[in-house]
């Protein structure tokens, strides 16, 4: 059991002592050293600016990654007793956190590090509810800083070399009972970005297709065998809204108009607003209604090296029907995410061609937009004729996306 309060914590960037967060009326970080060019907690949070910052609620990079839903709802059911105030779910996150941040309390000893996972052994393994919450039990003291509301779990693997990465580097995503299919949904979405030349996380769908395993793209290896661990922080973190619980449904808020000239702001090359662009047509042409602000992010090492995180978290969603809180009334998720356009004439509904058009040329700068979606709609076409002979996929999720897909696939030309 953690302790009742938890006033303090030592805050690590990339494994080095680098600060305090403390919680009395308001949250305070202190940088620990004042040298101007240290990393940055966050990249809009830099040393060189001010070396103490307050705020009333928790920082946006720490907020980002606290668990919520499934996740958080385990924690809960696990410690019935314990108190779980922002700051006990930061200490319960360690070293393990999505990102380049690291908390403990002073004088506390590391939990010990999990038993490491062999990647064929997880994608053999047949899924079952028990099956995950033993995955959960058994990963949750090292896998729990990650957020999101579906089942999910963060392990560490063994990989080629049999060596043990030392922080988890795999997500485990699992089947859903309310969103049937969901991991081969995600999967085939992802097969169809990468042949459309879309970067995305490493990933693999387990032989009974039901659990998306997926490498963090938080973390690079080097050469000499060590591990890299970049800057993370999503959207929401970066615009400061923090979007747990009861204002979640803050993350739908803003268009992706404003998320261009966000990136825009942070001055990331100009190949990163193009990248942007292959994002968003990509969501609306799998007809993915879920990209919200939480799913895009930016990965870096220094405020002058930053860029475009790969996309993840992108599915065909409205195959779903889904209830706005429990017990609510069904509904068909018939919408984007955010409005295309920023502005009182932006909307939320699927664009037209030439809409999606005008928002890659005017607003992220893309000089031949329909080439772009020319090429989304040929990957979308050769993953799902790809996809009748892949056994893991159920076939009336494949068809149903099928007929999405070909919707969407009308925005590019045959050519
Ligand atoms: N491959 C990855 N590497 C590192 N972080 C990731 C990766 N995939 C997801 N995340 C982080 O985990 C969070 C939750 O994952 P996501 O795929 O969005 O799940 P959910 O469907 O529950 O929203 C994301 O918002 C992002 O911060
Ligand atoms: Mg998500």
């Given at each position: 059991m953690l302790p009742e309060k938890i006033p303090l914590l030592q805050v690590a960037i990339h494994g080095a002592m680098a600060?305090?967060?403390?919680k009395q009326s308001v949250y305070e970080f202190r940088y620990l050293h004042a040298h101007p060019d240290q990393p940055e907690v966050a990249l809009l949070m830099p040393a060189s600016r001010q070396l103490t910052w307050q705020d009333g609620d928790l920082f946006p990079v720490m907020d980002q990654n606290l668990p919520e839903g499934d996740l958080f709802m385990r924690l809960r059911a696990l410690f019935p007793k314990q108190a779980l105030s922002p700051m006990h779910l930061l200490a319960l996150i360690g070293d393990n956190g999505i990102g380049r941040l690291g908390y403990a309390l002073p004088d506390w000893p590391a939990p010990p590090p999990a038993p490491p996972i062999d990647r064929a052994t997880l994608l053999e393994t047949a899924y079952s509810p028990r099956v995950f919450d033993e995955l959960v039990h058994a990963y949750l003291a090292t896998g729990a800083g990650i957020a999101g509301m579906q089942p999910k779990i963060m392990l560490p693997a063994l990989?080629?070399?049999?060596?043990?990465?030392?922080?988890?580097?795999l997500i485990v995503k699992a089947a859903s009972a309310a969103y049937p299919g969901l991991a081969a949904n995600e999967y085939l979405c992802l097969k169809a970005a990468r042949r459309a030349g879309i970067l995305?996380?490493?990933?693999e769908l387990s032989n009974d297709?039901?659990?998306?395993?997926?490498?963090?793209?938080?973390?690079?290896?080097?050469?000499?065998?060590?591990?890299?661990?970049?800057g993370f922080e999503d959207i929401a973190a970066l615009a400061g809204l923090r979007v747990r619980d009861v204002l979640s449904d803050r993350k739908y808020q803003g268009s992706y108009q404003r998320v261009a000239e966000l990136l825009r702001m942070l001055q990331l090359p100009r190949e990163n607003l193009h990248r942007f662009f292959e994002h968003v047509a990509f969501s609306v042409m799998v007809r993915n209604g879920d990209a919200h602000l939480k799913n895009f992010g930016v990965l870096y090492r220094s405020s002058a090296d930053a860029w475009l995180a790969p996309m993840f978290d992108v599915v065909t969603t409205t195959i779903y029907r889904y209830t706005r809180y429990d017990g609510g009334s069904e509904l068909e998720d018939r919408t984007l995410a955010l409005r295309l356009f920023a502005g009182k004439h932006g909307s939320k509904a699927y664009p037209t061609t030439e809409e999606l058009l005008r928002f890659g040329s005017k607003v992220c700068g893309v000089s031949h937009p329909q080439a772009v979606l020319n090429r989304i709609a040929a990957a979308l076409r050769e993953t799902m004729d790809e996809a009748r002979q892949d056994e893991r996929i159920p076939a009336t999720v494949r068809t149903q996306m099928a007929e999405a897909w070909a919707q969407g696939a009308l925005h590019g030309t045959k050519s």
């Open positions: 600060g305090q967060l403390l990989d080629t070399e049999r060596t043990t990465i030392p922080i988890p580097s995305t996380p490493t990933f297709g039901h659990m998306l395993v997926l490498d963090r793209f938080d973390l690079v290896r080097q050469p000499d065998g060590s591990l890299e661990r970049l």
